[in-house]
DNA sequence: CTCACTGCAAAGGCTTTGCAGATTC
DNA sequence: GAATCTGCAAAGCCTTTGCAGTGAG
C-alpha cells in the first residue's frame, strides 16, 4: 500500500483523501472487487466519495500498471486485482467465484506461435471457466 | 448456412425474412461481423430491420451454440464468429485486426490444471495480443 | 499560486426489454 | 389459431466527460 501511495508520488501525482481511501479499499475488500465494491468501501472512510473519482482512480492506477483489470465473459462489469505475479484465473460458471492459477500455459508456446504467423506477441488474457470444487459438491 | 436454418426449425424456432437475413449476413459480412455490422448488411435484404431484432438473433445463435461471441479487452462492442472447430485470436494491438489460431495451448494442460485445484473445466477464453505482421513492418 | 483532483450532473454507447401488432407454422 | 417474432421506443447499465470549485504541493 505505501509503495503504492509513493510511486503515485514519484509519477507527480497528488494525495488525496480520495485516492487513499481507493487505494485501501483495494487492500481491504476482497479479491476481486468491481468499481462498485470499492465506492462501498470508500464511502465508509469518505461518505463524499462519488463513482466518477473511483473510476478515475481505478483507471489512473490500471495504466500506471498497479491494477489489473478484469472482464469477464457474460458478466458486463469489470473486476480488479492489484497487479503482481502473471498469473490467470478459474472462473466458477456455478458461483461466479475467482480463484487465481499460478500456471501460464501460454509462455511456453509463445515462440511457437509468434514464428508460425509473424505476429509479435506483447500480452494475453486468459481465463478458464468450470466448476469450483464447493459447486462441484453441492 | 443451411444447417442453421435447419438446426433452428428443428428447434422449433420460426424462419422470417429478418433471422434470415442475419444469418446471411453472418456469412457475407467478413470474419467477425459486430452487431452494428450484421444490421448494415442485413438492411440491404431488409431495410426495415431494427438492432434489436440483430441482437436477439445474434443472442438466440450464440444461445444454441451457433455463434461465438468475443468481447475484446478495451473495447466495448461484442464482435461475431460462426462457432466452428475449437480456436483462439491473435489481436493486433495496432490496428485492431483479427487472426485465427488454430494453436490451442490450453488442452494439453488442462488434466494437470484441473487436477491441482480440484476446478472441472469446461471452457476457456484465450486472446493473445500483439502487432501483426503488417504493423510490425509499417 | 498553480495544476491536479473531485462532485455533480449529464451524456455516451452498447445492449436489453415491454408492448402491441404482424407472421410463421 | 397459437405462439413466436418484429419494431418501436424507452430504459438500463456501466463508464466516461465537461465544468466549476476545491485542495494538494
Redesign the interface.
Known sequence: MEEIIELLQTKGYKMTPQRRAVIKALFDCGQFPTAQDILDYAKKINPDMGIDTIYRNLNLLTEIGVLNQI?I?GRDVSVFEIASKHHHH?I??ACGKM?C?D?C??M??SE???Q??????????????????AC?AG
Open positions: 472482464t465473459k478459474l466458477c460458471l480463484e492459477l500456471y500455459p501460454i511456453a508456446d511457437k506461435i509468434a508460425e504467423k509473424n505476429f509479435k506477441i506483447m500480452g494475453h488474457n486468459l481465463e478458464i471457466y468450470g466448476y469450483c470444487a462441484q
